[in-house]
């Protein structure tokens, strides 16, 4: 049974890759455009005034602080908190999120169940983050993950800000 199958098979194959294999044809000719003087000292005004300087500000895509406001919410939902030694790691998920024109809170919650809620602040150009992490904010080390994880955020916050975002223009 095999072997007749199998000689079915091949055949069946060799026949359908055999048709496949047929030559397509050969490839267009390149595209030929000739110019008349108007049109060509048209494009040579055009590539003229790429290399001039424009008397407009340049585009800053990125304000002085170093950092924008619209990636607060990609900071957040990318931060990696370090691990210290000798201490437990802080893992959460974002529970739910508001986010204004100048305050941003994130409601979040620990692999252990516990409360975190992480704050963002525009000031001008500078933002500020502050955490408080479980049940027991004042606990030290409640502070200290409160601490590492405010840090984090905004050393994600910079590592966004290192990527170039072209503003949009709405006309």
């Known amino acids: 049974m095999g072997t007749w199958h199998q000689k079915f098979l091949l055949v069946g194959f060799l026949l359908l890759s055999a048709g496949c ?13 000739e110019l008349d003087a108007s049109e060509a000292a048209s494009v040579y005004a055009s590539f003229s005034l790429v290399g001039q300087t424009s008397s407009d500000p ?14 607060v919410l990609k900071a957040v939902q990318t ?8 201490s437990e790691e802080l893992l959460f998920s974002i529970i ?18 516990w409360p975190v809620l992480l ?7 500078q933002i500020q983050f502050v955490a408080i992490v479980g ?8 502070k200290k993950q409160s ?6 955020a905004y050393a994600s916050l910079i590592q966004w800000g290192r990527r170039p975002q072209l503003p949009v223009i709405r006309r």
């Open 58 to 71: 340049p585009l800053q895509l990125l304000p002085k602080s170093g950092v924008r406001w619209t990636d």
């Open 96 to 113: 739910s999120s508001d986010i204004g024109p100048e305050k941003a809170s994130f409601r979040m919650e620990t692999a252990q169940h």
């Open 119 to 125: 704050t963002a602040t525009l000031d001008g150009e």
């Open 21 to 33: 294999m047929q030559q397509v044809g050969t490839p267009a000719p390149g595209s030929v455009v």
């Open 79 to 86: 931060l990696e908190v370090p691990r210290a030694p000798n």
């Open 147 to 152: 601490r590492a994880l405010e840090k984090a």
């Open 135 to 142: 049940p027991y904010p004042q606990d030290a080390t409640a």
